[in-house]
């Protein structure tokens, strides 16, 4: 049996694309390994969801919290409940990653289980370089807000990055969040002046009255059990429920064009055999790295280096002179943004997200501060003034990957990830730390020791591997995402990006494979 549509992947971009494929009426199935929440885990968060989190009985709600693993580097990985579906693993695909930091998801919703849930659009400078504008995108950034939940204040960041969320609401500040925010606005001249623009964070978190709005509960970065928190996962499991057929314990490994259609060959996670599957087109959004290899190994790349772009990240502290009054912890995602565009900096958007005291860093700083000291009233005194700057740096500055299949059997692959680091990654953080050290001066006070910066792949905003509007005859795709002339195969996520710009990768993401799936069906290429 032919499928008219095939979809691999059910990460964001895979999310945007099926809801786009749904809106136009247009008939698809699904194929991925779909790793879920185990059953007993499900029906803890079911048992909680079911009261406020005033009602959970004492104890009853840790087991599904641990608190992520910190170091010195950062948080080491982000669980869900306390699982780490997310980032399992098969014996179909074995990955050594050298000077890089790489993961890969093979879970129902992909690394959307566990992002920072971070929105922001990117704008003409962002996309500079790309076959496409802003206004391209416009329409596709509207539907997908639809589905999407954006809790936003109307405030001076929405001067240059739009909000297309029809009614959107904000999420109460938390006592740290409005301090910042009021200081930053009483030098909003004095800091526009200088390229340095800001305004509440833009989080997929439902802040409206309802269902699953939110109720700060402060387990945002642990998993959330109401929901508020977007997951590509609440969206497949009502698109499953309303019939949509999702082949899940299969892991894509080739695709073969003809003249009438798609041949694609999928290994079942379970006992290794491997099934054949036909499609008059191939949608393929399994993130950059399953992407990646999967082209790479159907277009007969194997040992030959293919280059995955990265937009770095850094991070710093600020302490403020003034203590907040309250460290609530109710909330727990990004509460500011903060955009530094001045060319004594670099030439590209740095992009910053601004995270007040959470119980990571509580512990984080328990760990950094000598015994003597470790006192609670002067531990209170730190954690009212910490803040913690999390900045981006477009792919531009920042060093990249490359991946190569060094070894293909009939059902595995072998993949080499190597990274690269860019000398300037580290001199463009320093500027931008020192940049916003002197705007915040009045504020705060920013260490005057240089930023940590991790790692190429770190930062999960990867991609660029068959840029759109690329000159390469084989490392290059056209704008609705074919690779090396393809004609039926149709890559969706950042794996086309030409550049990864240093705001946030997921709005933009979801928003291009929906605008893709769109021209695909104005195109007539879609039945």
Known sequence: MVTPVLLVGTGPAATAAAMALRRLGIEFEVLDVGYDLEAERQSRVAALAARPPEGWEPGEAEPLFPAPAASSRGVQKRFVFGSEFSYR???????????????????LGGFGNVWGAAMLPWMDDDLAGWPLTHDSLVSSYRRVSQFVPT????????????????????????????????????????????????????????????????????????????????????????????????????????????????????????????????????????????????????????????????????????????????????????????????????????????????????????????????????MSQIEGRFLLFQGFLHSDYSGHMNMTITRSTANRDEVQLQGYLNSEAAEVAGRAQRMLRSGLSGIGIVPPRAPQILPPGRSFHAGGSFPMGGSHSIF???????????????????????????????????????????????AGLLS
Not at 89 to 102: F, K, M, R, S, W
Not at 216 to 243: D, F, M, N
């Open 89 to 107: 693993g098969h014996d179909h695909l074995a990955i050594e990653a050298t000077d890089c930091v790489v993961d890969v998801s093979h879970a």
């Open 151 to 378: 809790s936003a204040e109307n405030d001076e960041l929405a001067r240059v990055f739009p909000q297309y969320a029809a009614a959107a609401t904000a999420l109460k500040r938390t006592g740290q969040a409005d301090q910042l925010l009021r200081a930053l606005e009483a030098r909003r001249t004095r800091l526009w002046n200088r390229g340095i623009r800001f305004g509440r964070a833009r989080v997929a978190v439902d802040s409206a009255d309802g269902p699953r709005g939110c109720r700060y509960c402060g387990h945002c970065l642990e998993g959330c059990v109401y929901g508020s928190a977007y997951s590509p996962r609440h969206t497949w499991k009502e698109l499953i429920a309303q019939g949509v057929r999702v082949h899940r314990g299969y892991y894509a490994l080739e695709a073969r064009e003809s003249a009438s259609g798609v041949e694609l060959t999928a290994v079942r996670i379970d006992d290794g055999t491997t099934e054949t599957w036909q499609a008059d087109r191939l949608l393929c959004a399994a993130g950059t790295m399953g992407s990646t290899r999967l082209m790479a190994r159907s277009l007969g790349l194997a040992h030959r280096p293919v280059r995955i772009l990265d937009s770095q990240y850094f991070f710093f502290p600020l302490m403020t002179y003034k203590r907040a009054r309250e460290v609530s912890g109710d909330f727990t995602l990004a509460e500011a943004f903060i955009e530094l565009h001045n060319g004594r900096v670099c030439d590209r958007n740095v992009h910053c997200q601004v995270y007040g005291m959470n119980e990571i860093f509580r512990s984080t700083l328990g760990s950094m501060v000598p015994g003597p000291l470790r006192k609670p009233f002067l």
């Open 476 to 522: 290059a795709s056209d704008t609705i995402g074919r690779p090396a002339g393809l004609s039926r195969t149709h890559v969706l996520d950042a794996s086309v990006f030409p550049s990864i710009p240093a705001a946030t990768i997921t709005l933009t993401a979801m928003a291009n494979a929906d605008r893709m799936v769109h021209a695909m069906a104005d």
